[in-house]
Nanobody
């Protein structure tokens, strides 16, 4: 019954920053995550956050990306700094069913997905 709608993508130079938002009505109190995909590659987990605030990050983004949420606004965020060309991808917001709480970075264990927002980083 909920909705997931990403926004905030765009084109930036290497070293720049972006903050992605996911309007997550109906899912903000679930385990949620950010995933990304480029043509010809499998979708990969970027960051995830459990209902208690526990987060998981891919090694490639640790220290650069921060996943957070504002439950009062039903919004999930991904703050990205020091962006690199290899971060270029379509970024998706996703949610697990509420019984599943582990913030895993495996796309197959997320049941609900947004439409994606494009991030392009030029060198």
């Amino acid at each position: 019954q909920g909705r997931l709608v990403e926004s905030g993508g765009g084109s930036v130079q290497a070293g720049g920053s972006l903050r992605l938002s996911c309007a997550a009505s109906g899912y903000i109190r679930n385990t949620m995550g950010w995933f990304r995909q480029t043509p010809g590659k499998e979708r990969e987990g970027v960051a995830a956050i459990a209902p208690d605030g526990t987060t998981t990050y891919a090694d490639s983004v640790k220290g650069r990306f921060t996943c957070s949420k504002d439950e009062s606004e039903d919004t999930l965020y991904l703050q990205m700094i020091d962006l690199k060309p290899e971060d270029t991808a379509m970024y998706y917001c996703a949610a697990r069913d509420p019984v599943y709480k582990s913030p895993r970075l495996i796309p197959q264990v997320y049941q609900h997905w947004g439409q994606g927002t494009q991030v392009t980083v030029s060198s």
